[in-house]
């Protein structure tokens, strides 16, 4: 079968890429770079040029395509965005369209509305249609702090009491290769839930780092106006702010990201990794002078 990989250098599509041309498919790995297209190109992956905002880039992969996988970045204009490719893919004959959403209850927000126009337009297409909703990422949420543990033995947020059923981005990316290349009327319309297998606190995260790094990482939380003040000190754009990082800690402190769901079991028949066995996995990104070496 051939599966167009949108976003196929970004956090979930590149590590679905290799899955699926593990399991026999081509791969069309589609990047906005000519030379990264080169580069992603082996075996049974190719890769192509494409830009979402400009969808008549996306005709020709389309066109060859069975499938198609959709990752795109959080940004104001995801929901137009995605809606162009989705109605690419049904006017080239596609026969199916998997789509990152996500897990975390976003009531009503920039993020969740972008994501509403999407799946509005997978809900008026024909196309066959699953949506694949990781629960918060460890990889986005505990790499993202590895220099401040590595050098301070800290973690920062605005999570405060709120439990999140962290996962692995390798698991979503497993989740998502499953539905692209089962029978699609089997996961039609449905939105599966990936979830780690337990919901724990960002204090009960930093214990549990401390343990695996083998010393003490506390976790400081903040009132989000302080957290937003914060990000602005370390230079952070302002329009990044709510929604790469505050709009999803606002959730977890509301306690919208801790569903834990068997959906990942039930898909692959294995088991998600936990927050200690990706930090074993991982321990060398969070120790000074190790992480350079591991390529973290
Ligand atoms: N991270 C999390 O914790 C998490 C959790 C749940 C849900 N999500 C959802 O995951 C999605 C983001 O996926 P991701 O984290 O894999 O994204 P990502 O790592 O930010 O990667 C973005 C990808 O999109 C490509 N891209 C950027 N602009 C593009 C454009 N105009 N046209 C075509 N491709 C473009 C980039 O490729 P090039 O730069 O090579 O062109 C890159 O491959 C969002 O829908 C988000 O809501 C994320």
Known sequence: MNILVIGATGLFGSR???ILAGSGHHVLAMTRSPETAKDLTAFDITGVVGDLDDPETLREHMMLSDRVFI???IHPELGRREADAIRMAEACGVEQVV????AVRHDDDL????HEIAINALRESNLHWTLISPQTVMETNLLAQ???IQYLGQMIGAAGDGRVGMVAAEDCAEAAAVALTCDPPLLDERDLVITGPESLTYEEIAGLLSEVIGRRIQYT?????EFRQLLVDFG??????ELQVLCHFREMRRGHAGLVTDTFEWLTGSRPLSVREWAH???RAFIPHEAGRTGH
């Open 16 to 18: 679905l890429c290799p």
């Open 71 to 73: 990752a795109s970045p």
């Open 99 to 102: 789509k990152i959403h996500g």
């Open 111 to 114: 993020l969740e509305r972008q």
């Open 146 to 148: 590895m220099e401040s």
């Open 221 to 225: 939380d903040f009132e989000e106006q």
């Open 236 to 241: 952070m754009p302002e329009e990044d702010i």
């Open 281 to 283: 996995e991982h321990r």
